[in-house]
């Protein structure tokens, strides 16, 4: 069994990470855990700091203040660690891209492991999108 | 004494306590803070410039992306700021659909508010409780504009769907569901002595700070201010049917909290007189085309939950503004924690930041997810269950 | 109590019958009052203060007579917004800050700082607020570029 499979079988442990979003993939993410969505029964839960976790999820696009303490973020976190590019804006860049603030979508940034498009990607997208990433 | 002698704590710019990256710097002279700093920017995307490079028409799926929970009620602004410039009269029905939508997400965001509230205090079950009745109103707006954010439901001179009868009758009856369990919520939340103890005489802001700070919606109301853009300068449909203004005097957090909890009453009564009078006027058109923005000046405003959102547009008569400025009510509601923060213990500026229900962000639609291979729709419930049950086994099995 | 534009408009000119150098209603619920500068503070004062006005926020853009600052004010008994439209040079792009009058007026004076370079003396903090820190000095984003 490979270090990957062994880290990831059990529960996983989500960080939430918005670079520069307008807030409805965090609220899409926070209704996963409610009662309706619950992803808790699978074991995933939002921590409160990157050194606990296995998943980083990362919202919005990376603008130039955030572009230094995405790095830092992921820089902290245990390695191997999963980078899911969370919604149409982390994706591509969305309806953002030609912002003057804009620094780059998340994976000319950090490397990322999954994409889940989406403005904002339903809960059960969220759920589809780290199923298939747990299955990759 | 001087800010170097004073113990300072971060909070931000990511932070288990905020949903969006945002830098306050607490600075505390044993447990209590004496000064806070506000630094911003993260979040910022240049919006305005942004619009100022669309046409008329694709500004508001622009303005929509502010901010994902409001993401009605800046459309709804620039809708009267862009439809102030001709002096467009938009439909009857148009008006009554455009009210409905912009009061379930009254409703939605002052649960999403009252959910997270709770869960700053430590107290989850609020958190989980508010979240679960969130979701028939989620459920409500997929119903009508067929997304549950990000609706793209208003255009320049009305609304792009309709509700027909079916759908007036199916909206009816959540809401018939819902009326008793926000009863449950309102009365559980106002009645929990746990609430009061945490909630009552911390951030207080007098009517004299609202006006300084030029702070709107329930932050204002709270303090004693009546104000609220839907009675001093109507628009949409207010006019037209019976509500009325909720204000509490004691300005702390629990009055905001009341404020916000009865409001949720009082929307639901507004969308029920919506849906009856849209019923009654079967038919109709629901927007009128127009061709041109003519030069001048538009300038628009609506109530959103967090209170008074507005736009000013500027046109030079080609196809596209020249000028978009956007004031989102947190830009002012947000400054406040100099009065509501200072003063306080530590523990209690978490709830009086969180207490104006800060928001710092500020196309095609219809999206059900399906799995391609089969064209079934993923998870349902019992579905969930069977996979989290499937887990279980499996990592009891291996072990 | 005042009822309508007309009445209000009576009772700015009747404080300041010279200042006002241009009127125009927009339509019966918007008022834009054209003014000079030098009298901002003074009549943002007595909307603030003596009419009880409630200050909305500052737009600013960069046409071509000048830099455009627009103040607004709701009147919120009557549901009217009065815009005070100051012109500032290109040459000399700085006006007086009212902090002092409006505390809340800080950020938005800090923002049309950093995106329009336009200076406010008498500000008490006038610091970068939403640009990133590595943004260079005087590049402005919402500045027209020289044609």
Redesign the interface.
């Known amino acids: 069994m490979g270090l990957k499979e062994k880290v990831f079988?059990?529960s996983l442990w989500l960080f939430h990470?918005?670079?520069?979003?307008?807030?409805?993939?965090?609220?899409?993410i926070?209704?996963c855990l409610?009662?309706?969505?619950?992803v808790e029964?699978?074991?995933m839960k939002?921590?409160?700091?990157?050194r606990h976790a296995d998943v980083i999820l990362v919202t919005?696009?990376v603008?130039?203040?955030?572009k230094k303490?995405v790095l830092e973020?992921y820089k902290q976190a245990p390695k191997p660690v999963l980078v899911v590019a969370f919604g149409s804006c982390s994706c591509t860049g969305?309806?953002?891209a030609?912002?003057?603030?804009?620094e780059g979508p998340l994976d000319k940034v950090i490397p990322v492991d999954a994409y889940i498009p989406?403005?904002?990607?339903?809960p059960?997208?969220i759920?589809?999108g780290i199923?298939k990433l747990l299955n990759k | 004494m001087s800010q170097s002698k004073q113990a300072f704590i971060p909070i931000g710019?990511?932070h288990?306590l905020l949903?969006?990256?945002e830098y306050f710097k607490l600075y505390c002279d044993g447990e209590i803070v004496r000064e806070v700093v506000w630094e911003t920017?993260?979040?910022?995307?240049?919006?305005e410039?942004?619009c100022e490079?669309k046409t008329f028409e694709q500004v508001f799926?622009?303005v929509e992306?502010?901010?994902?929970?409001c993401?009605t009620s800046h459309p709804f602004a620039y809708a009267n700021a862009v439809e102030s410039i001709p002096g467009i009269e938009v439909p009857v029905r148009a008006k009554f659909i455009r009210s409905i939508v912009g009061e379930l997400e009254r409703i939605h965001s002052h649960l999403?508010w009252v959910?997270l509230a709770g869960h700053f205090l430590g107290y989850n079950t609020v958190?989980?409780w508010a979240?679960?009745y969130?979701?028939p109103i989620l459920d409500m707006f997929e119903i009508i504009t067929g997304n549950?954010?990000?609706y793209a439901m208003f255009t320049i001179g009305g609304v792009r769907r309709d509700i027909n009868e079916a759908q007036c009758q199916q909206l009816e009856k959540i809401l018939d569901q819902l009326k008793p369990k926000m009863d449950m919520l309102i009365g559980a939340v106002m009645d929990d002595p746990v609430i009061h103890a945490r909630l009552k005489g911390v951030g207080i802001l007098t009517a004299q700070d609202i006006k300084d700070y030029g702070a709107v919606g329930p932050t204002a109301r709270a303090s004693g201010v009546r104000i609220d853009v839907r009675r001093d300068d109507p628009y949409a449909a207010y006019d037209m049917i019976d509500w009325k203004v909720i204000t509490a005097e004691a300005g702390d957090v629990f009055a905001k909290a009341e404020v916000r909890l009865l409001e949720i009453l009082e929307s639901i009564k507004i969308i029920r007189q919506c849906l009856q009078r849209l019923r009654k006027e079967n038919g109709g058109d629901i927007r009128i085309k127009v061709k041109e923005i003519p030069p001048g000046v538009g300038i628009g405003h609506a109530e959103a939950p967090r209170g008074e959102v507005f736009h000013y547009v500027k046109s030079d008569g080609a196809n596209r503004p020249v000028r978009h400025k956007v004031r989102a009510p947190s830009y002012t509601n947000i400054p406040t924690f100099r009065k509501s923060c200072v003063g306080q213990t530590i523990s209690d500026a978490a709830i009086a930041l969180a207490a104006v229900d800060p928001?710092?962000?500020?196309?095609e639609r219809m999206?059900?997810?399906f799995?391609y291979s089969n064209g079934k729709?993923?998870?349902g419930g019992k579905e969930?269950i069977r996979?989290?049950q499937k887990?279980t086994l499996d990592?009891q099995g291996k072990r | 109590m005042i009822m309508n534009i007309e009445d209000l408009i009576r009772i700015i000119k009747e404080k300041f019958p010279k200042q006002i150098s241009g009127t125009e209603i927009i339509n019966p619920q918007r008022l834009l009052l054209g003014i000079d500068k030098k009298d901002l503070f003074k009549i943002s004062g007595f909307l603030f203060h003596d009419l009880d006005c409630r200050y909305i926020i500052v737009s600013a853009m960069d046409a071509k007579e000048g830099f455009e600052l627009v103040y607004h004010f709701s009147h919120d008994k009557s549901g009217i917004i009065i815009n005070l439209d100051v012109v500032i040079p290109h040459k000399q792009p700085e006006i007086e800050s009212l902090v002092s009058l409006i505390p809340g007026i800080e950020w938005i004076e800090r923002e049309i700082h950093d995106f329009l370079g336009i200076d406010f003396p008498n500000h008490p903090n006038l610091q970068r607020l939403f640009?990133?820190?590595?943004?260079e000095e005087g590049n402005y984003?919402y500045r027209r570029k020289a044609e």
């Open positions: 079988k059990k990470l918005s670079a520069g979003s307008c807030n409805n993939c965090d609220i899409e926070l209704d409610t009662p309706r969505f619950d029964r699978f074991g939002l921590v409160g700091s990157v919005g696009i603008t130039k203040k955030t303490r973020i969305g309806i953002f030609e912002g003057y603030n804009f989406g403005c904002p990607p339903k059960e997208a759920l589809a199923v | 710019p990511y288990p949903e969006e990256p920017g993260y979040n910022h995307r240049g919006i410039k942004i490079s799926y622009v992306r502010i901010c994902g929970i993401s999403l959910g958190f989980m979240w679960k969130r979701e549950r954010n990000s928001c710092y962000c500020c196309t999206a059900q997810v799995d729709p993923l998870f969930l996979l989290s887990k990592i | 640009l990133a820190e590595s943004w984003p």
